[in-house]
């Protein structure tokens, strides 16, 4: 069967050799019809290696192509081709759009990476056999020995064998699916492994030697994605601790060294958000061609917006309550309910759309089943930056110093000359600003509305209570193992009982060590 | 006919008492309109989608008292804000019902708020079209169902995606938001699975909490589960989790053509806030599509747009319509008609009345209201997420479709009356 399937394919490759451009009737069977009916031409092109197939395909991909009765149109920028003789025509007022449903884009996709095979261009080929990596069915097949014959790139080269030892897997002939067996085993794609295992099925491989091979190779396959999956957990798992370290390193000031409970933590969090999607906004209407780089604009504003709203709320009630933790409790909730329903009234009660710079979006293939997206990485480094210069203000400069002096002793630092009212709202409006930068980073990754502070201020304080009041690297250590803690329960039992589970372990650890992982002595560890 | 004519005017007069107690100024004004309640979330996380159901509920009672009201009487509709919150539902559902003293009511969304007026409705003998698609297993004397049951959405997408068009797959993802809707969807999802001989290693369930914002770990387990052979993800993530969700796939490169994912809850509206190109060729499942050509659906949409316009609601500037709102509109009219063939707004009355009610909906089709079962009839269509957001429809049913609330795929579905029963 395979064999005469493969024949009928290699003649009419020969036949169309000759042909350099797609006939009316070609492009007809491609583009109306049934989707059988359509892969199959689609194969037969591809196969036939035609000069002018690539651009057509990439018409279909594009969505370009209109059919009208039989006649077949390419529209690009508003002009309409006709698809077989490339002649400029116009588009009746009845033209169709074809539609692709995504077997069809797979088989034109495939088609289309199968003829890239053959390119100059040693990049487009590499993207090519990438692209192929997830699906070669025989019709491929002379394509690829074609490519593999002439493929001067040692290392294309094997990667063209592992696609061509992809097909003989199936192949009737017993000697080759072993050696296809032996081959695959050197691959690094999940989607091989999934084709072995198809194999392994009962019905599909019968001969033990090439079964035993089989499953040889694909555990020699597993043993190399198990790298890539362990080393997401640890991404992943990095990624949520950067977020909670952003989240909490404003309320390890604000409660760790100021002592303040601040139920609006969370609300400043959601101004910082806010702020960033009216710098986008803002961008969108006045500077279009620097959109992509708003974030950059944002992150300030995000700061400044959350800091001048918090030390607003430092002056006019918290400075009032120093030392009252409870009516500091509710009265910092009766703030987060106002700022609340201030942002709803300003903005509606709908979350508002903050969309991400290009160079935000999509992510890089570190592994072949590892990807990591730029938005997770560009958070990381950003908690890392703000870490870095929150460290370096509270031990290297003068506010610093002032804020530790107040927060160990402050009879003694006003004896000393320090202005404790002043340095409280400082460090006040820093915590605050930094609650501002967190909301800007999680406007990059999740949704942004009224309530957005609510899903984090549990969040926040069980970071900073279980690293330790008072203590930067607590914060640090419990922010990251906190995120990867819940990121392997979460791959073990579900999100859902992942969650409970991680506050089940934080309320026992607090039990035995209510001092949190680091304890220091402060103001609230005085108390 | 007498008898009619006098319970008519008790309704109309304990209408005009309630508000003549609150107002005497409007007593004049309350006996000429009728009473409707929307009860739809317009803050919190299911904002997102049930929002634009409220405003296509006002533009539906503009136009009916544009053209003269039902039975000489304009409609008045209460709006009330239930906030995403439970509870909240069944709260204000009484206070429509008692106090407002409403007709009817248009509202909910997730199943969790219908499963809290309905003890409601029920007691006070109100009356609730519910316009979502949903998990069935449930039918109520009180409660008109607008949107699909399982085998009028869930099973055909499944159907689809096994089919070699859907791309042949083996292995399932059924993923969702944590509560009654998707686990129950699941559920059925899981027997009809089985029955066609798909192995229980061969499903993955998984859920989320409600507000759900990382899927890092999720994403990451379907790359993982796929390579186990042709998978797809069946979706009933519902609200605003749909965002970061769609985000992540879109970021972490899982491509439609390697793993399509279904949503049974995500429609128009809910892409708007989503860089829908990674998307392209992901799928849902519904009974209606903003791209469906045919005249009343240019109608619908051409209204709509207008509404938007004159009333400078959010997103104006793109006008979109979905399922839910097709499902609105269509409930709205329906109770019209019934009211008007009953010739009385009162429950049990209208409840006889719409039964075999029609009505020629936008998708195309005539939506029939069962004779029994309180489900409409309708088609199923599938489409595919396009590059604007909008869905090219790849497959749809040749007639509509019967709804089954009981799923025969639930053990002792099979005794189950497919009626409602009687008090």
Not at chain 1, 160 to 175: E, F, N, Q, Y
Not at chain 2, 178 to 203: E, H, M, Q, W
Not at chain 2, 305 to 314: D, E, R, S, T
Not at chain 2, 384 to 409: C, H, I, L, M, R
């Amino acid at each position: 069967m395979h064999l005469r399937a493969l024949t009928v394919v290699l003649v009419t490759w020969l036949l169309a050799a000759n042909a350099h451009a797609l006939t009316a009737e070609q492009v007809r069977a491609m583009a109306i019809g049934e989707n059988d009916a359509r892969a199959a031409a689609i194969g037969l092109v591809a196969a036939s290696g035609d000069d002018k197939a690539p651009a057509f395909f990439q018409a279909l991909l594009d969505d370009a192509v209109k059919t009208a009765g039989d006649k077949v149109f390419v529209v690009r920028d508003g002009k309409a081709l006709d698809a077989a003789s490339g002649a400029v025509v116009m588009l009746p007022d009845n033209a169709e759009d074809v539609v692709n449903s995504n077997r069809m884009r797979r088989e034109i996709e495939g088609a289309l990476a199968s003829l890239k095979l053959l390119s100059t261009d040693a990049n487009q080929r590499a993207a090519a056999i990438k692209e192929l990596h997830d699906g070669v069915d025989e019709s491929k097949l002379p394509l690829i020995e074609k490519a593999y014959a002439i493929e001067s790139d040692a290392k294309l080269k094997s990667e063209l064998g592992l696609l061509r030892a992809g097909v003989l897997i199936s192949s009737a002939d017993k000697t080759k699916r072993l050696e296809a067996a032996k081959s695959l085993a050197d691959s690094h794609e999940p989607a091989t492994k999934t084709l072995l295992l198809d194999r392994l099925k009962p019905d599909a491989e019968t001969e033990p030697e090439v079964r035993a091979q089989l499953e040889l190779s694909v555990s020699a396959i597993q043993s190399r994605l198990a790298w890539g999956e362990r080393l997401g957990v640890v991404f992943t798992g990095a990624s949520l601790g950067s977020i909670l370290l952003l989240v909490a390193l404003g309320l390890a000031i604000t409660y760790g060294l100021m002592g303040v409970i601040n139920m609006a933590h969370g609300e400043l969090m959601m101004i910082g958000a806010y702020a960033t999607y009216v710098v986008q906004n803002i961008f969108k209407a006045h500077l279009p061609g620097l959109f992509d780089y708003y974030i950059v604009a944002a992150i300030p504003a995000a700061f400044l917006a959350s800091a001048l709203v918090g030390a607003a709320m430092e002056r006019s009630v918290i400075r009032f309550l120093y030392g009252r933790p409870l009516e500091t409790l509710l009265a910092t909730w009766g703030i987060s309910l106002v700022l609340m329903q201030g942002v709803r009234s300003i903005f509606g009660a709908q979350n508002v759309q903050v969309e991400n710079p290009r160079w935000l979006s999509g992510g890089v293939q570190a592994m072949s089943n590892l990807t990591l997206p730029f938005n997770r990485i560009a958070i990381i480094v950003f908690a890392v930056l703000v870490l870095a210069s929150l460290a370096f203000m509270v031990a290297r400069t003068r506010l610093g110093l002032f804020v530790r002096g107040v927060t160990q002793n402050r009879p003694m630092a006003a004896c000393m000359g320090v202005n404790t009212a002043k340095v409280d709202t400082y460090a006040f409006a820093l915590g605050s600003g930094i609650a501002g930068l967190a909301g800007c980073a999680l406007s990059q990754v999740g949704n942004v509305g009224p309530d957005l502070g609510q899903g984090y201020i549990v969040d926040s304080f069980m970071v900073v209570v279980l690293g330790g009041v008072g203590q930067l690297a607590g914060t640090v250590y419990a922010a990251l193992g906190l995120g990867i803690l819940n990121k392997l329960l979460e791959g073990w039992t579900g999100a859902v009982l992942a969650k409970i589970m991680v506050l089940v372990f934080i309320v026992v650890f607090i039990q035995k060590r209510p001092q949190g992982l680091f304890a220091m002595k402060g103001r609230s560890a005085e108390a | 006919m007498k008898h009619t004519r006098r319970t008519f005017a008790k309704t109309l007069s304990a209408v005009g008492l309630a508000v003549g107690t609150l107002s005497l100024s409007s007593l004049a004004h309350a006996a000429d309109t009728i009473k409707v309640g929307i009860l739809h979330s317009l803050s919190g996380t299911m904002a997102i989608s049930e929002t634009v159901l409220k405003d296509v509920a006002l533009m539906t009672i503009d136009e009916i008292n544009a053209k003269g009201g039902v039975m000489g009487k304009k409609l008045e509709p209460v709006v009330v804000d239930p906030a995403s919150n439970w509870p909240l539902f069944a709260e204000k559902a009484k206070q429509l019902i008692s106090q407002d003293k409403v007709a009817v009511m248009f509202g909910c969304w997730t199943s969790v708020s219908r499963k809290s007026v309905l003890p409601v409705v029920e007691e006070l003998n109100g009356l609730l079209f519910y316009p979502v698609q949903y998990e069935g297993e449930e039918l109520s004397k009180n409660v008109f169902y607008t949107g699909a049951a399982p085998n009028q959405q869930a099973i055909p997408a499944v159907e689809y995606l096994m089919s070699k068009e859907g791309g042949g797959a083996k292995r399932f993802v059924l993923l969702g938001t944590d509560y009654v809707y998707p686990r129950t969807t699941n559920k059925i999802l899981r027997a009809f699975l089985k029955s066609k001989g798909v192995k229980d290693t061969d499903i993955d369930e998984k859920y989320t909490p409600f507000g759900h914002s990382d899927y890092q770990t999720i994403v990451a387990d379907i790359k993982k589960f796929s390579a186990g052979g042709k998978t797809a993800v069946i979706s009933t993530i519902n609200g605003d989790s749909n965002v970061p969700f769609y985000k992540e796939l879109g970021n972490q490169g899982l491509k439609a053509t390697d793993v399509p994912v279904v949503a049974f809850s995500v429609g128009e509206e809910e892409l708007r806030g989503v860089d829908t190109k990674p998307l392209v060729g992901h799928l849902a499942a519904w009974n209606y599509f903003m791209s469906l050509k045919n005249p009343t659906n240019d109608a619908f949409k051409k209204e709509w747009a207008a509404y938007a316009k004159a009333k400078n609601l959010p997103g104006a500037d793109k006008p979109l319509t979905n399922d839910p709102m097709e499902a609105t509109y269509i409930g709205i009219h329906m109770w019209k008609q019934a009211v008007e063939k009953a010739k009385s707004t009162e429950t049990d009355k209208v409840i006889a009345a719409m039964a075999g009610q029609t009505f020629p909906a936008p998708g195309g089709f005539t939506s029939t209201m069962d004779m029994k079962n309180h489900h409409l009839h309708k088609p199923v269509f599938i489409g595919e997420v396009k590059a604007d957001g909008q869905f090219n429809v790849v497959w749809k049913t040749p007639v509509p479709v019967k709804a089954k609330p009981w799923s025969p795929y639930i053990e002792g579905n099979d005794k189950k009356k497919d009626e409602p029963e009687k008090k």
